[in-house]
């Protein structure tokens, strides 16, 4: 039997704590989907294409895969057969956060798990806001994400 794996979030963009992430659900799922949200209601800086396309890029092990999605997660883990959602924990600030939506999609789909990741030591505090940030007046992030990454916030920002 296949175990898998949805990844969700909405990298924007995708950095190294999420690939981090991603290789950690490995030691225990076949397969990993990444989920990009579509409809998050926050204003991405890249569109769902560049977001999908710079994931493809920072990762590349056969076993994962990244899609799009839009509407309700546990409808599109269920639609590929994922049995479990995988998120990350940096920081207590993220707990509240993270226990009502795990208990909401618990709520809505009663056969898929959410199981909490904590990611390597050194990346605990990157997030994709701060990236952005930091990007946006001209500081160097080549240490928290991918250099194809790196050149789309460059270009991005024209910098
Ligand atoms: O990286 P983010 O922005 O923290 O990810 C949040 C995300 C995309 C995982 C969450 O907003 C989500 O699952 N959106 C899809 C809509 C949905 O299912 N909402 C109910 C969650 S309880």
Redesign the pocket.
Known sequence: MTRTAVY???FDPVTLGHTDLIERSLAFVDRVIVAV?V??S?QPLFTKDERVALLNKAVTHPAVEVQAFD????EFAKRVGATVIVRGLRAVSDFEYEFQ?AL??RQLQPGIETVFLVPAFDLTYLSSSLVREVARFGGDVSQLVHPATVEALKLKFRR
């Open positions: 969700p979030g909405s949200a409809n998050a926050k509407g309700l997660l546990v939506m909401m999609n």
